[in-house]
């Protein structure tokens, strides 16, 4: 006899944890399946954001930013540390810790809210019937009004860089080293690559970094793209553009990777390699063939605006559908599954999705670049204020960066804002905010900012377009 929910969510991460808990606060009867397993062989919500991608890096990232600055930064602020050492052991410990903590509090939300959390697989069969095969006892049938797929994505793996988790790994791996590799080689250098990259250079490894496009962080404005560039090089990280990996070999002594630029035929030998080269969506035996489910050129799962399948009552949030694969993207567009399962009206504004690089100075940006309002025929101004001339910058010792703000000249509205510098992923909320409102620069201009903040040089910036800067020279 098979069970009956008014919705099935399928995948526990960032957009299947919210889906589900969004209908249950609609009254729903929800179920969630979710057959994540963690290197120590244990079962655990949260998906990849939780267990393997954005939370134990953020840990990691963090720790690995405070040893850097006790041995070169304190003595600036007077503070004497002597020798300063590096404790692996408890950092990655730590790092466990806050993972366990945040997945079991996932598993909690989801009882608190009524949920039947099931452990196993979950696949989507036609007619919304769901094949639920557990972890253990054998395999059941469940009835769905409502399913709501959301699967997530795995990392891509190489042909000539084949993963073999220990000498050239992915991402996860990447994060649970037990020493620091002498010399680091990362193949890709996008958010994933460049935090990963930041973490093990901050601990000690010489990091070269792999990227094959000759343009750096070209998903970034390029003003804000060539700040962090310099940024990173006097860090110590060895960015090398317009590299495209040929071979790679594992030997003795780590993994002799070969590779070809401008200057031709290149090689470096490193202790372990790293391959961020992206994601894919995993729809691996997610669904049968006659479930109705179609994927688009990507491998994505086709979906419209609304998320909508081409099932009707079937839905596809996150990782597995169109559009950046970001947990907060993924959540929003759960809850507005959610919301339309229960026949309210709900949107996803896809044009105000902020993107965030953890590395320091961090990266962060919403809307359009400069390139791609020029592209688009729109007449525009740009203003943009550097935080070496913000007080509150100058105190932290953290005065690299900027804020750049792209506004239409016919209306004022807002097109897109770029930071690079102390707490950007904090500022761009701001941003963000002012977007979703379509605000225009004046809006931000007669908004008051406390000082001293890190938030002025916002403000300073909606003023520099307008050439009313008060803090910085204008053009």
């Not at 050239?168 to 990447?174: F, R």
């Amino acid at each position: 006899m098979s069970r009956n929910f008014d919705v099935v969510v399928i995948g526990a991460g960032p957009a299947g944890y919210v889906a589900a808990i969004r209908a249950a606060q609609h009254g729903k009867t929800v179920a969630c399946i979710d057959e994540w397993k963690n290197k120590d062989e244990k079962n655990a919500f949260g998906g990849t954001c939780l267990n393997a991608g954005c939370i134990p890096s953020k840990a990691l990232l963090e720790s690995s930013e405070l040893f850097h600055r006790a041995k070169n930064d304190f003595k600036k602020h007077g503070i004497k540390t002597g020798e300063v050492e590096l404790d692996l052991a408890t950092m990655q410990k730590r790092r466990a810790s806050v993972v366990r903590e945040l997945t079991g509090g996932i598993a909690s939300l989801l009882k608190t809210n009524k949920i039947e959390c099931l452990v196993g697989h979950g696949k989507l069969l036609a007619g919304k019937n769901v094949e639920f095969t557990p972890v253990s006892g054998g395999v059941e049938a469940i009835e769905a009004k409502n399913v709501i797929l959301a699967s997530g994505s795995s990392p891509i793996e190489i042909s000539i860089a084949a993963f073999d988790h220990h000498n050239i790994v992915d991402s996860w791996s990447a994060l649970e080293f037990d020493h620091v590799p002498d010399r680091l080689g990362v193949i890709g250098a996008g958010a994933i690559g460049l935090e990963l990259g930041s973490v093990w250079s901050r601990l000690g490894s010489k990091v070269t970094v792999l990227e094959a496009m000759d343009d750096f962080l070209s998903m970034a404005d390029r003003d804000v793209a060539k700040v962090a560039a310099k940024d990173f090089k006097q860090q110590g990280l060895d960015i090398q553009l317009g590299a495209k990996v040929t071979a790679t070999k594992v030997t003795k002594n780590g993994v002799d990777v070969s590779y070809d630029d401008k200057n031709g035929s290149q090689s470096i030998e490193v202790d372990k390699l790293v391959v961020a080269v992206g994601r894919r969506p995993h729809t691996d035996d997610l669904f049968s063939g006659d479930a109705g489910i179609q994927l688009d050129e990507h491998g994505c799962i086709t979906v419209d605006d609304e998320c909508r399948t081409h099932v009707k009552g079937v839905y596809a949030v996150g990782d597995c559908v169109r559009g950046p694969m970001l947990a907060h993207k993924g959540s929003e567009e759960g809850v507005m599954a959610a919301d339309l399962i229960a026949g309210e009206i709900a949107e996803v504004n896809y044009g105000a999705i902020p993107s965030v690089i953890y590395t320091a100075p961090e990266i962060a940006w919403v809307g359009k670049t400069e390139v791609e309002v020029k592209e688009s025929g729109r007449t525009y101004k740009v203003g943009s204020f550097p935080f070496a001339a913000s007080g509150r910058a100058k105190a932290m010792e953290q005065i690299s960066g900027m804020v750049k703000i792209i506004s239409s000249k016919d209306d004022d509205e807002i097109l897109g804002v770029h930071i690079v510098g102390p707490m950007a992923g904090e500022l761009i909320a701001e941003a963000v905010l002012a977007m979703e409102f379509s605000a225009s620069t004046e809006d931000i201009q007669r908004t008051i900012h406390a000082h001293p903040s890190l938030a002025e040089a916002i403000h300073e910036a909606s003023l520099a377009v307008d050439n009313k800067a008060l803090n910085f020279p204008n053009k």
